[in-house]
Structures are given as structure tokens and as C-alpha cells.
């Protein structure tokens, strides 16, 4: 067997054990074990099994907003998510969601910036339901103004969930924004027109220098707009754009599906369908703060605020939420490992190249691409 092969073998087994250390650290084991013990085994698989039903609709949205252009099979989109959301749960500043178009570029040979686009699109299609959802459970439950959980540089209370509301809106809006106007080819040309006149503004300038602003940076970030608009196309089809919303709001339902059911096995957690639904839009509106990879900590501090506003003991909420955080998160990172071994992609290098896409100049994406 080849020597190379070995070492490279061995290095990739050291890096995956380490990742896996440092993406569990922040679990306290010990309670989470004995909580799982007062748990019926049958509703934590139950609750598992409809979390995995969430990611083959995520998979299935994919696919449909890459469009036949770049038409993938089942697994090979199936491995770019899940090694998405492993590195989302173990990396900092979620770079999964700059993995999954690296991974997609590497075995599928889509531009970058395409991949990225689409994306962009399932952020805004979870962020418009997240939004929807979250203003209905406000406005239709009471919140008692006393309550208030203490985590991290946060406090996390009424006042607390409106201002989160209020920046998911903002970010919808300017996601929105972009969207529309790369999408749709009138106001695109009418920028990369703008981009086209830039070295004209510069006519202080010689005429050699104008000109390869415009080969190294007006036609390259042009190129970039492009590939973007090609990951945006599929929301001018609409049967594509309402197949993406069915499969968006399906992603919702089973997730919550997924946390209710655990309810049942769950001593002294009683809660109606439309309670455990409010619970869970909390937990996943106060995860948007920044945190700790895999939301160790501000998970536990949002579900034990959500279950409080219920009237489930402290004690309870705090052991339930652990164990659901766990069956949400971590078979999810051991199945990203699996495909990380399948594909033959590496941890530390998409880390690396992560860094890197967020780092470098917009021209250097573009020569990528």
C-alpha cells in the first residue's frame, strides 16, 4: 500500500477524532446521560427518525433550486449537506454554509458563486417561515415581562426575542433585495453596466492602468455576478419556487413534529402540538446569536426560557432541552464525519479553504470560479 496513502490516512483519522473532541466539549455529559435515562427510548428515535425526514426534504429543495442545469443525484447532494451542517456544528462562524458550495464545486464542477447562490436561496426560504412562524407564536401567547434567562453576554427575554425578530427582518429584507435584483436580467445588466464604467471614473488615470482595472476587476467580479445569477434562476420558475416553499414548510413541520414527539416519553414534560412548535421557533430564532459551534449554551439557555413560559419546571426544561439538543445535533455531525469519509474530502482543508473564501478579494473569487 502506498506510504503517502498511510500518512495521509492516519492524519485524516487524527483530525476527525480531535474535531470531534472539540465539538463535544462543550456537553456535559454526565446530565445528559442521566436525564436520557428517564426517557422512553422509543420516542428518542422516533424524535431522531423525523429529524432525519427534515434533511431529505432540505436534500430535495436543493436539488429543485439547482435546476437541470446542475441536476444531482440524491447522494450527491445528500453528502455536501450533511458535511454542510457537520461544519456548521463543529467549525466557528457557521462556515458550513461556505463548505457545501466548495464540496459542490470539487465533485460537481458548479462555479462557486453558483453554489453559494443557492444557498443564499434556502436561507431566505427557512428565514421567511422562521419569520412567519415566530410572529404568530408573539402575537398569540403571553410572556411573562419578569421572565428572564441570563447566558453569555445575553438576557434573554421578551424584549430579547422582538429585537431578534426585528434583525431577521432586516436581513430578509437586503437578502431579498439582492436576490431580486441578480435574478432577474433588466436590473442585473443594468449593474454590470455600472461595473463596466468604473475605470471611467479613474480618467486622471492612464488609459493601460484604466484598462486592466477592467480585465482584472470589472469583468471578473461581472463573471462572479453571472454564476451568482445562475444559482438565483430557479425562483423565476414557478413551479420550482413553490416546490422549494412546500419543501421549506415540510422542513418546519417535521422539525417540530421531531421535538414534540419527545414530549411524550419525556417526565413532566406535557405540552400541547402548538406549544412544543412555539418552543422550538424560540430555540431556533435565539441560536441565530452568535455562539459556541453547535449551540452548546444558548440551545439550553432558549429551551429552558421556551419551556418556562409553559410552566415546566427548571429542572425538567434544563434536562429535556439537552437531550433533544443532542438528538438534533449530534448524529448529524457522526453522519457528516461518514460522508466526509466517503467523498475523501478532508476537515481541515475545507476549514482552510473556508477561511479563505471569506477572506479573500472578490477578483480572486472570481479566478476560483
Known amino acids: 500500500m502506498n506510504k503517502k496513502f498511510i500518512v495521509l490516512s492516519l492524519i485524516g483519522v487524527f483530525i476527525s477524532v480531535a474535531a470531534l473532541y472539540f465539538a463535544f466539549r462543550y456537553v456535559p455529559m454526565a446530565d445528559l446521560l442521566r436525564y436520557m435515562g428517564t426517557i422512553e427510548p422509543i420516542w428518542i428515535v422516533l424524535s431522531l427518525v423525523l429529524c432525519l425526514i427534515t434533511f431529505y426534504f432540505r436534500i430535495q429543495r436543493w436539488r429543485l433550486i439547482l435546476g437541470e442545469k ?45 453554489g453559494l447562490a443557492t444557498v443564499t436561496l434556502e436561507r431566505i426560504f427557512d428565514l421567511m417561515f422562521m419569520l412567519l412562524f415566530l410572529t404568530v407564536c408573539l402575537t398569540r401567547m403571553e410572556i411573562d415581562d419578569s421572565l428572564s434567562i441570563p447566558f453569555g453576554d445575553y438576557i434573554l427575554n421578551k424584549g430579547t426575542l422582538g429585537t431578534i425578530s426585528r434583525g431577521m427582518l432586516c436581513l430578509l429584507l437586503f437578502l431579498l433585495a439582492g436576490v431580486v ?28 492602468i484604466r484598462d486592466k482595472m477592467g480585465q482584472k476587476i470589472c469583468k471578473p467580479v461581472n463573471s462572479l455576478i453571472d454564476n451568482f445569477s445562475v444559482g438565483l434562476s430557479q425562483i423565476r ?45 424560540i430555540i431556533c430564532a435565539v441560536i441565530a446569536l452568535p455562539s459556541v459551534p453547535g449551540y452548546w449554551g444558548v440551545w439550553e439557555a432558549a429551551g ?13 426544561a434544563a434536562g429535556f432541552t439537552l437531550v433533544n439538543h443532542a438528538v438534533q445535533i449530534i448524529p448529524i455531525i457522526l453522519l457528516g464525519f461518514i460522508s466526509l469519509f466517503v467523498t475523501g474530502d478532508n476537515l481541515f482543508s475545507l476549514q482552510k479553504r473556508a477561511l479563505y473564501r471569506t477572506q479573500t478579494k472578490i477578483n480572486s473569487n472570481s479566478k476560483v470560479n
Open 70 to 114: 446542475y441536476h444531482l443525484s440524491f447522494w450527491d447532494a445528500y453528502h455536501p449537506i450533511m458535511i454542510g451542517f457537520m461544519a456548521n456544528y463543529i467549525l466557528p462562524s457557521r462556515m458550513g454554509e461556505i463548505v457545501r458550495p466548495m464540496i459542490l464545486k470539487k465533485n460537481d464542477n458548479v462555479p462557486f458563486s453558483t
Open 181 to 208: 435584483t441578480l435574478a432577474f436580467s433588466l436590473s442585473r445588466n443594468i449593474i454590470q453596466a455600472m461595473v463596466i464604467r468604473i475605470p471611467a471614473l479613474f480618467f486622471f488615470l492612464s488609459q493601460d
Open 237 to 281: 420558475d414557478l413551479k420550482s419556487l413553490f416546490g422549494s416553499l412546500f419543501f421549506s414548510a415540510a422542513v418546519w413541520v417535521f422539525s417540530a413534529l421531531s421535538y414534540y414527539v419527545m414530549t411524550f416519553g419525556s417526565p413532566g414534560v406535557d405540552m400541547t402540538f402548538q406549544e412544543a412548535f412555539t418552543a422550538m421557533i
Open 304 to 316: 429552558f426560557f421556551a419551556l418556562s413560559i409553559f410552566g415546566i419546571s427548571g429542572e425538567v
